[in-house]
């Protein structure tokens, strides 16, 4: 047998109910790369939609690809494939977690773990090169995701990765995660989808390491990358505040290579250090670049900074690690690592607002804190912010608007006095409440759809047009992430492709990083055609290269959660090198992989390979919309767009310059667009038999037949 590089070669297949623990040669998934795909073909052929997500044959598919822990820089990651309980559908979803634990199941000498079954007891999976036991778990059943972690530790040794579910997940709270003791989690209802099966945990240690093909090429190629082309959080290719060294900082004087002179993490260990300047070709100084705490809180976040941290093969150490001694006072822990939407959306369930407690301006800091550790230890889930604005919009009710929803025992029993003091143990008991499944506000960790159910409010409640408490582009469950107000056309197309929030960073990362329009958009013209690349609140119409950038935005992503790389990071779209114009290189991630796995790669095939796994997830979103919602009629049932995104800012036409409205035919035609590139039909946007023989899948192209789906799409074309 040839030898095989990148992947490990085999994956563990574990059944709760009976014990049994096996090993399965991984080799005729190579062609899915690995993580999502990988789990794609196996969810398909071996738990039909039909399932109950949370049936005993159901599966919990936990992947990572041939580029993690192979020395690739940001490639510390692990995707995680299940089924949704919340979002519109109930179909085929995953979870996406960074840290260490996905480099230490390659170490182990596993491309992933399926579970399947349920335990009769709580059991954590142990996994030590070789031998892989379930362990007696009930010391933990009930604890935090903190005590849990820490206690599988002790029982194992330091040398351990783990993660663990909280009391959400034990609980089937619908927004629940699993989360490793640094923050790192894998949400949109994990914690559930593992707790159903009474699976606390994993603990994993790996000694082994993994087979690259050309380790020269790999090192010549990060090299390469990281004295060239790397920047810093979301490749941010300018530096947020002007240095000696860079011809242009971000017009606006913020973004997320943040790292300056005099800006400091004053808490670490030592003594306070700087992270001055950070040339973009000194290489040694690269992890100085983010300080995600600056950008996320400005000044007040040097006072609580110890450090920052990361994932494995990751330089940009994106989660900032707090001493919050504050919290102290409350009889609430004071560490904090994370980065993102943990730490941003706090403060929103304040109506009354908050207060600066140690430093000025420290108010949203500490409270937002104190959220981002009170939901990970519960194992919460936010559905990227849509938790925090739909307590808002009942919190910010006066008690007899509130209590047509909750009773009025339930909302007198909420600790208001905290709340109007700015205290941070209110966030924290509203969190408990949610984890815990108390009472009928608990239903917001539910889901969005179901807390409309319970609550008697309509479809086009979803239609407002209020940031605060309104983010859903789509009537789906989940929000708006990255879409038109940040991409235009091409965010409000990438939107529709999943069955929670897309995750697609590609071009956020432009709009994000600072840099001059010009030089921008010169970069995203030259990568990928005129018009495709429009300047902020200034739109222009729908043209055949913005489409092809949202089709290639979604295979790549598609290919990330593959691989698995870092999409906040990749590709290497943009450069901080003068020398280079600012352009990077699109082809480095197929150069990883040919250098890897020894065989070989284009850019053209590695979207090739992502467009199979966009195909495979739309042919089981549209057999997952026929069982639970009657019909397979995608472009009307999944990519129906809410009024809000047409509707708001009355006072602007779409197009003009001032507002990131979109027009109503024009997205219907920017659809059309969309699904030929796809090859998928117009009508009813379900993949073609022949788009699904062009990619080797027959047997779904057979299934849709039988179904009757493809029927449905004639019967829809003659309407």
């Known amino acids: 047998m040839a030898e095989t590089y990148g992947w490990a070669g085999k994956i563990l297949r574990v059944n709760l109910t009976t014990g049994e623990i096996t090993t399965q040669d991984d080799e005729k998934y190579h062609k899915y790369i690995g993580g999502m795909g990988m789990a794609y073909r196996i969810m398909y052929e071996e738990a039909p939609m039909e399932l109950d997500p949370y049936d005993e044959k159901a599966l919990v598919i936990f992947g990572v690809g041939p580029l993690t822990g192979a020395g690739v820089p940001c490639s510390g990651r692990m995707n995680v494939t299940f089924r949704s309980t919340w979002s519109k559908g109930h179909s085929i979803i995953d979870a996406h977690m960074g840290g260490h634990i996905g480099s230490m199941l390659k170490y182990a000498g596993y491309d992933g773990i399926v579970v399947s079954g349920i335990s009769e007891k709580p059991v954590y999976l142990r996994i030590e090169d070789g031998e892989v036991s379930l362990e007696d778990a009930s010391e933990i059943w009930g604890k935090g995701t903190f005590a849990s972690n820490k206690w599988m530790v002790e029982q194992n040794g330091r040398e351990f990765e783990t993660a663990s579910i909280g009391p959400a997940g034990e609980h089937l709270v619908d927004y629940s995660t699993l989360n490793t003791s640094f923050g790192n989690s894998g949400g949109a209802g994990l914690g559930a989808a593992m707790g159903n099966k009474k699976l606390k945990g994993l603990a994993i240690r790996g000694t082994g390491s993994v087979k690259v093909a050309d380790p020269k090429k790999v090192l010549e190629l990060s090299n390469y990358m990281m004295g060239n082309l790397i920047g810093g959080n979301n490749n941010h290719n300018v530096p947020a505040q002007p240095q000696s060294w860079a011809e242009y900082s971000a017009t606006s004087g913020k973004n997320r290579w943040s790292g300056a002179p005099g800006r400091m993490w004053k808490k670490a260990p030592g003594g306070p250090v700087d992270t001055g300047e950070q040339p973009y070709n000194d290489i040694n100084k690269v992890a100085l670049r983010c300080f995600k705490g600056y950008f996320d809180f400005g000044a007040p976040a ?5 450090k920052n941290g990361g994932c494995s093969s990751c330089p940009i150490r ?6 919050v001694d504050p919290l102290a006072d409350y009889d609430l822990p004071t560490h904090n690592s994370n980065t993102c939407m943990p730490v941003l959306y706090g403060t929103r369930v304040y109506p009354d607002g908050v207060h600066d407690f140690k430093y000025e301006g420290d108010g949203t800091m500490v409270i937002n804190l104190a959220w981002s550790h009170a939901v990970d230890d519960m194992g919460l889930w936010d559905n990227y912010g849509n938790l925090n604005r739909d307590l808002l919009w009942i919190l910010r009710m006066p008690r007899e608007e509130a209590t047509k929803y909750i009773s009025e025992e339930e909302y007198d029993s909420l600790p208001w006095e905290w709340e109007k003091a700015g205290d941070p143990r209110w966030e924290v008991e509203l969190i408990r409440r949610m984890a815990y499944g108390e009472g009928d506000l608990s239903v917001i960790a539910k889901g969005t759809l179901a807390m409309m159910e319970k609550f008697g409010l309509p479809k086009s409640w979803l239609d407002r047009d209020d940031d605060a408490t309104n983010s859903n582009l789509i009537y789906n469950g989940f929000p708006n992430h990255h879409g038109p107000a940040e991409a235009w056309q091409v965010g409000m197309l990438y939107n529709l492709v999943f069955n929670r929030d897309c995750m697609i960073h590609e071009i956020v990362c432009e709009t994000g990083s600072g840099a001059p329009y010009e030089v921008t958009k010169k970069v995203m013209e030259d990568f990928f055609g005129e018009g495709c690349y429009d300047k902020a ?19 790549d992503k598609n290919f990330h959660d593959s ?30 992989m040919t250098a890897v796995t020894g065989e070989t790669y284009t850019q053209a095939g590695l979207q090739e390979d992502g467009e199979r796994i966009t195909q495979m997830l739309r042919a089981m979103t549209a057999i997952s919309f026929q069982l639970n919602c ?15 995104v047409f509707d708001k800012d009355p006072d602007f036409k779409a197009f003009e310059e001032g507002t990131t409205k979109l027009d109503r035919a024009d997205m219907e035609k920017a659809k059309d667009m969309f699904y030929d590139i796809f090859g998928w039909d117009k009508t009813t946007g379900v993949p073609t038999r022949e788009t699904l023989e062009k990619f080797d899948l027959a047997d779904m192209a057979d299934d849709l037949e039988k179904r009757g789906i493809y029927a449905q799409t004639t019967e829809a074309a003659a309407e």
């Open 537 to 555: 609140k200034a739109y222009t119409p729908i043209n055949e290269n913005k489409a092809k950038l949202a089709a290639y935005c979604v295979n």
């Open 630 to 644: 009657g019909s397979a009629n995608l472009r009307q049932e999944h990519d129906a767009i809410c009024d809000w």
């Open 318 to 323: 994106c989660y900032t690690e707090y001493d």
């Open 563 to 592: 691989a698995t790389l870092c999409n906040w990071m990749w590709p290497m779209t943009q450069s901080p090198s003068k020398e280079r114009e600012y352009h990077g290189d699109l082809d480095l991630q197929a150069d990883f």
């Open 302 to 306: 040097a006072e609580y900074t110890v």
